[in-house]
Nanobody, 122 residues
């Protein structure tokens, strides 16, 4: 079993910055893909950014140039640096990871964190 725990959310003014962290723990051989998703009230959960084990990244158009996703494979952590925040960024942000628990047998399980609230308001 694997647990993902997010931290770093909070209230920030427009134009401000926030850094989210997600720590994965449990039985982990490797984590392939990791990502951040967000869900605002009344809206569907949407992809914010993803990063592969090889550090290839992908971003939603709405956050390109403002957000940066990164990871530390040795620590099984993923981060999201959020700059130039706008009210539309307000949402619950969820950490996601695709985990291979053991070398053999090979299987992959997707895990989600509990979420951390980000509120951008003046």
């Amino acid at each position: 079993q694997v647990q993902l725990v997010e931290s770093g959310g909070g209230l920030v003014q427009p134009g401000g910055s926030l850094r989210l962290s997600c720590a994965a723990s449990g039985i982990i051989f490797r984590i392939t893909n990791m990502g951040w998703y967000r869900q605002a009230p009344g809206k569907q959960r949407e992809l914010v950014a993803t990063i592969t084990s090889g550090h290839n990244t992908n971003y939603a158009d709405s956050v390109k140039g403002r957000f940066t996703i990164s990871r530390d494979n040795a620590k099984n952590m993923v981060y999201l640096q959020m700059n130039s925040l706008i009210p539309e960024d307000s949402a619950v942000y969820y950490c996601n990871g695709e985990v291979q628990a053991t070398y053999y047998p090979v299987s992959y399980t997707e895990y989600w964190g509990q979420g951390t609230q980000v509120t951008v308001s003046s």
